[in-house]
């Protein structure tokens, strides 16, 4: 069975600081994973999929096949990240997303 | 087009009680996935379609779960007999299928309370 685990519920950083949430997956196959942030009132939307190994609002994420990890990187917070982020796979191709618990991320000014 | 829509935002009902869910997806898009988020989880998925066939419905958490798609277009997710556990989060998402990696866009949700 398709897993996600995202370690911690609650992320809190000062603005500027590096920040990491964790992410990581359990899948026998090849996933597609992705990052989805949900901004306070706003609706879930993806930040970025491994696939385009691109670069959104300063956020990054690597997959690493050895470790089976996804974790979502940025040097330096802003308070407008600030929001609930989510890691999500999908595998077969046919399925819907499989998410993590999410990490609510705070950046206190 | 202005994304997603479902209908209604918020439903209070009563146990024992029918409730149908209502989703516009994005118009070009030809798949549709319901999920239900319950407080402090990520969404879970529940089923979806493409164009007018459902394609996977074995998440459905019980036979009292059933969605339509019968023109490809709108969707529709109904939860009979009403329990308290039901309470949450329904969403909707659509997405053009021709990758895995593909977008899916979110509605803003049903959220339903069963009393």
């Known amino acids: 069975a398709q897993r996600v685990t995202q370690p911690e519920k609650l992320l809190s950083v000062f603005k500027g600081a590096p920040v990491e949430l964790k992410c990581n997956y359990s899948y026998s196959g090849s996933p597609e994973l992705f990052w989805y942030v949900q901004y306070s009132r706003q609706r879930l939307q993806l930040l970025l999929r491994?696939?385009s190994r691109e670069s959104i609002k300063g956020f990054t994420a690597d997959l690493n096949k050895g470790e089976t990890s996804f974790h979502l990187k940025k040097p330096f917070a802003q308070e407008e990240d600030s929001a609930m982020y989510y890691c999500a796979l999908v595998g077969g191709g046919a399925d819907g997303l499989t998410f993590g618990k999410g990490t609510h991320l705070i950046i206190q000014p | 087009d202005t994304g997603v829509s479902q209908d209604p935002r918020h439903k209070i009902t009563k146990r024992g009680q029918n409730v149908t869910f209502r989703c516009d997806p994005i118009s070009e898009h030809n798949r549709l996935y319901w999920y239900r988020q319950t407080l402090g989880q990520g969404p879970e998925f529940l089923t979806y379609?493409?164009?007018?066939?459902?394609?996977?419905k074995s998440r459905l958490l019980s036979d009292r779960f059933s969605a339509e798609r019968p023109k490809g277009s709108f969707s529709t997710l109904e939860i009979q007999r009403t329990e308290q556990g039901d309470s949450a989060m329904y969403l909707c998402?659509?997405?053009?299928?021709?990758?895995?990696?593909?977008?899916?866009?979110f509605g803003p949700g049903t959220r339903l309370t069963v009393l």
């Open positions: 379609f493409q164009n007018e066939a459902q394609l996977e």
């Open positions: 491994h696939i």
């Open positions: 998402a659509s997405s053009i299928w021709d990758k895995p990696y593909n977008e899916q866009f």
